[in-house]
């Protein structure tokens, strides 16, 4: 299969395919690049990326912990990116790599980005201490910001019939 083949399967735009760079090497061993695989498992993508050392990573919760992915290799399936879904995959030796799927078909084969080091969690931890920081001031701030602002009134509707129960500083005997 050549390029032109992939290009036309995928139905990827000339704008897609420039982004797309090509490298004819045979696949690592153990990494299976048909539609379907024994050991996939779905993955649910977290909503929070990050930037670190220059590049936008994507954490994945796997099988066996956690691993990162740079965004940047899911840039050439952008146009479809609301149907991809993220699989793990394992190779007979036990390693981990990422299938990116357009409905049942892999588009991407993605192995996860080694970025876990003492340096990477000593910020990821320093983060996190910041945020629960600014949490709980935001926590202890929250009653005086929230005062109640006396120029806005509830309206008291009658639930079942829509009708408006009283007006704002209408007492009951004035209805």
């Known amino acids: 299969m050549d390029e032109e083949n992939i290009y036309s399967m995928f139905d990827i735009s000339a704008k897609q395919q420039e982004k797309i760079i090509f490298r004819h090497q045979h696949a690592p061993e153990g990494i299976n690049l048909s539609d379907t695989d024994p050991t996939e498992h779905r993955i649910d993508e977290e909503s929070l990326s990050l ?3 220059g590049g936008v990573l994507k954490p994945l919760q796997t099988r066996n912990g956690i691993s990162f992915i740079q965004n940047k290799y899911l840039s050439p399936l ?36 080694n970025v876990i080091n003492e340096k990477f969690v000593y910020h990821l931890s320093a ?29 008291n509707v009658d639930e079942s019939t829509g009708e408006i129960i009283n007006f704002p500083g209408e007492t009951e005997a004035e209805q």
Do not use: H, N, W
């Open 127 to 155: 983060l996190a201490r910041q945020c629960s920081r600014a949490l709980a001031e935001k926590k202890i701030d929250r009653p005086a910001t929230e005062a109640i602002d006396k120029t806005q009134y509830r309206i």
């Open 78 to 113: 952008e146009d479809v990116i609301d149907m991809v879904q993220l699989y793990e995959r394992e190779t007979p030796q036990g390693m981990t790599y990422i299938v990116a799927k357009t409905g049942l078909f892999v588009a991407a084969v993605i192995m996860p980005y």
């Open 51 to 53: 930037v670190y050392d």
